[in-house]
């Protein structure tokens, strides 16, 4: 996979990429999801593996999308701005405003960049949590932990949306679109084969899901 000039970025849009949490399991894990996306059958590679517990699926899983999603808006910061992108949209219809409960208890408006990055802060956050993503085999998941996963998994969607909406011409010109299509495949297979974003959070690109679910 192309880091798509990952070291171009400044320092304040470049992140490390987040490694398995859950340790050695999540290392077996991890070279699993590889291993069957590698065999192209994206069905297959999304589908919780004989045996294995279904939370370090998800904690496995939840840690690549970050990371793909971070990497393809990371070859956008210079065309995803305050300036061209004032707002985080999806098409004209969708409008979405941060907030995280914490810090922003009020949702806010703010620029597609600064939702992008508020949200990665977020996320890296979750994911730096023992008590939410155990990094000890055999430590047990939180009792919300599939509500955490949902949450993480509708904001990056988000991120998806915004692409495909509002830049998905320049993902072309930089030769990406193959990579972020299979991306987005995945990430519609899996959400789907565990029910974890609701069917209204998919509208702005519903056309593109279904397609997705009807190959």
Not at 75 to 91: D, K, Q, Y
Not at 102 to 125: G, N, R
Request: hydrophobic fraction near 35%; proline fraction near 6%; charged fraction near 20%.
């Amino acid at each position: 996979m192309s880091l798509f000039g990952l070291g171009s970025r400044n320092q304040k849009t470049f992140r490390p990429k987040k490694s398995a949490p859950s340790g050695s399991k999540g290392a077996q894990l991890q070279k699993h999801i590889d291993a069957t996306l590698g065999s192209g059958n994206l069905r297959e590679a999304v589908r919780l593996p004989p045996g294995e517990d279904l939370n370090e699926w998800l904690a496995v899983n939840t840690v690549d999308f970050f990371n793909q999603v971070n990497i393809l808006h990371g070859t956008l910061t210079e065309f995803c701005t305050a300036s061209t992108c004032p707002t985080m949209t999806a098409g004209t219809k969708y409008e979405y405003r941060w907030a995280d409960g914490v810090t922003i208890k009020k949702p806010i408006e703010v620029s597609a960049p600064k939702y992008v990055e508020y949200l990665m802060d977020w996320i890296e956050t979750q994911l730096d949590d023992e008590s939410i993503f155990p990094q000890k085999l055999g430590t047990p998941f939180p009792p919300n932990f599939a509500d955490v996963v949902k949450t993480i998994l509708k904001r990056l969607f988000r991120v998806y949306a915004h692409i495909y909406h509002s830049h998905f011409q320049k993902i072309i010109s930089l030769k990406e679109e193959a990579h972020m299509n299979t991306c987005f495949k995945h990430f519609v297979l899996f959400t789907n084969e565990f029910h974890l974003i609701d069917k209204g959070e998919l509208a702005p690109l519903s056309e593109l899901v279904d397609s997705i679910l009807q190959q």
